[in-house]
């Protein structure tokens, strides 16, 4: 399903908000941010490495702190502590690892690799991170098909596509912003931890030039409900229980808090603790669920956020607008500011060059939010907060995406085009 564009609209139809593309240099926009990205990447070095260490460390205590303190009590100390463990396990550590962040200036090649981090082995999942979603399945979904399809129908986590039931849906508002709520509380696991293990499978077929099962919609997301009524032909639901949910359960909400169980026995007081302990790890679960939703659902969500109808070349002048326009930036600037939003709010940074560490994008925000004044690009950074409303909004239906011109679209992937063959012509030449 999706939402269809009314018209077409050409250059005598902009709607408001889009008058700015009649004047707008793709050619010029482009080389500004390549020469910006390639600038930054040469620069990556000590210090980067010194600051994802930084990061790690704060990271590791938030989880020393909740651990420690998980069974003494439902108290808000180690909830917090170990929600904010899983947060920035994820959102910090894991994502820009995984994205080659540190490929290039890291000195620990063996761990701190795209290729190497939490992948190819329980042990490696287990030692680097370990969350509801299978490491590969995540590196697929993420890395690949919402970084180069952000904001086109193939982009398998477009909110306004993936909400299209509850946005049609004739229910009563109160009751859709209820499930909204459901939905922060669990996403992760019910959503997608399955989604990515789909685009997993996906993926597999595509390497292997094998077909799509028939009557499958590869853009539908695939949820727990799903797997629990009528299923999916990419895996089966053990499969996806023993193999993506199952190490994370077992270990958070077993393993972990198993120490407190002898502990409260020598100190006389029973299973107290270790029950303690296991509540205290199932609200930091729905703690990290809501900072998760908060500072990740929201980064391309809003009725100031461009959908795009077809695919675009990666690194092109169209891949590179669409990145600042179907992305926003929140508050940033300070490491506990940015360590409180998991460096998430470096969104339309990231989008332009993935594979750049954390420190890199606070470096090139305010060049990038320079040059995009300079072209006439709308820059959009807000509070988190007030994206969340924009968010829930689309997802309940109460406001819809913005699609690009039409003609503009069309026409910028014609310069896309004729550019990469004029860089083809010019190699040949060369060589």
Request: contains cysteine.
């Amino acid at each position: 399903r999706m939402c269809i564009a009314k018209d077409i609209r050409d250059d005598q139809k902009l709607q408001k908000g889009d008058q700015w593309v009649k004047d707008f240099n793709l050619v010029a926009f482009t080389e500004d941010i390549k020469t910006l990205g390639e600038t930054l990447e040469k620069q990556q070095g000590e210090a980067d490495v010194r600051h994802l260490n930084k990061m790690i460390a704060w990271s590791n205590m938030c989880g020393i702190v909740g651990i420690l303190t998980m069974g003494f009590g439902l108290n808000p100390i180690s909830i917090i502590g170990l929600s904010t463990w899983t947060f920035s396990r994820w959102t910090m550590i894991a994502h820009h690892t995984c994205h080659g962040g540190y490929d290039k200036c890291h000195p620990n090649k063996q761990r701190w690799n795209r290729f190497r981090f939490a992948v190819g082995s329980l042990w490696r999942r287990v030692n680097d991170w370990c969350d509801w979603m299978l490491p590969e399945a995540w590196n697929v979904e993420h890395n690949n098909r919402h970084h180069y399809c952000l904001s086109e129908l193939e982009d398998p986590d477009l909110v306004e596509n993936n909400l299209s039931d509850l946005r049609e849906s004739d229910a009563p508002l109160f009751a859709k912003y209820m499930q909204v709520f459901g939905a922060m509380l669990s996403w992760k696991w019910f959503y997608y931890a399955p989604n990515t293990y789909k685009e997993l499978k996906l993926a597999k077929l595509r390497r292997e030039g094998k077909p799509i099962p028939q009557g499958v919609v590869p853009s539908d997301a695939v949820t727990i409900k799903i797997l629990m009524s009528s299923g999916t032909p990419f895996y089966s639901f053990s499969e996806f229980l023993i193999s993506v949910l199952g190490p994370f359960f077992v270990i958070r909400f077993l393993l972990l808090p198993l120490p407190f169980l002898a502990l409260g026995h020598y100190l006389g007081t029973g299973e107290e603790m270790y029950y303690n302990a296991i509540m205290n790890s199932f609200f930091a679960e729905l703690l990290t669920n809501i900072h998760g939703f908060v500072a990740i659902v929201t980064n391309h969500a809003g009725d100031d956020m461009y959908r795009f109808r077809d695919g675009c070349r990666p690194f092109s002048g169209s891949f590179y607008v669409r990145q600042v326009l179907a992305s926003v930036d929140f508050a940033y600037g300070s490491d506990l500011v940015d360590f409180l939003h998991g460096f998430l709010n470096y969104q339309i940074e990231h989008h332009l060059w993935p594979n750049l560490s954390m420190l890199s994008y606070q470096k090139a925000a305010p060049l990038v939010k320079d040059i995009c004044a300079k072209h006439g690009v709308p820059y959009i950074q807000e509070n988190v907060f007030w994206r969340v409303k924009k968010t829930v909004d689309i997802m309940v239906g109460n406001s819809s995406m913005k699609w690009f011109p039409e003609y503009y679209e069309k026409k910028y992937l014609e310069t896309d085009a004729l550019l990469a063959s004029k860089k083809k012509t010019s190699f040949v030449e060369k060589s």
